[in-house]
């Protein structure tokens, strides 16, 4: 099971009237509800996080693992997708990685990009979309963990 995972406006909501608080690594803290969120879906389904948000090139995979981990998030294995060199918005970008590795179903989509209301049905379906200003919350993760159950048992792919 592969959680794909934005930052920006999921686990660090936009607040447009103050500014962020950084920790020590240089990056965003993220908010406790968006912790406690993103742990319940991990502690439930076991998933592995691939990194879809637009800061996924700027750090390696070791410096992402202790970001995760210092913002108190238990995880198992981090990849990203590869580093968007042709301006892709965030469905194009998701839609070319699924082709190329031949994703079938065993995986759901937490963002707040709009561009992915454009995705095929298929791919909606497995979408849970982010507030930005909100981001990912506790009525979410049970969202996303009915989804993850629809998927293993192969209602969603039918
Ligand atoms: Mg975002």
């Known amino acids: 099971m592969l959680i794909f995972l934005d930052i920006d406006g999921v686990m660090v909501p936009a607040n447009s009237w103050r500014k962020p608080e950084f920790l020590e690594d240089g990056f965003p803290a993220f908010s406790k509800g968006a912790v406690a969120a993103l742990n319940k879906i991990i502690t439930a389904s076991g998933a592995d ?6 800061h996924k090139a700027k750090y390696s995979i070791e410096e992402w693992e202790n970001m ?4 108190s998030i238990q995880v ?6 590869p580093n968007n060199n042709d301006y892709l918005n965030r469905k194009d970008e998701l839609l070319k990685w699924f082709v190329a590795e031949e994703i079938k179903g065993n995986f759901i989509i937490i963002d707040d990009d709009k561009s992915l209301n454009g995705l095929p049905d298929f791919f909606k379906r497995k979408l849970i979309q982010t507030s930005a200003l909100v981001g990912l919350t506790d009525y979410l993760a049970d969202v996303a963990l009915t989804i993850i159950e629809q998927s293993k048992s192969g209602i969603a792919s039918k």
């Open 68 to 71: 995760f981990k210092r913002r």
């Open 76 to 81: 198992n294995k981090i990849t990203t997708l």
């Open 49 to 54: 996080l691939v990194l879809i948000t637009s």
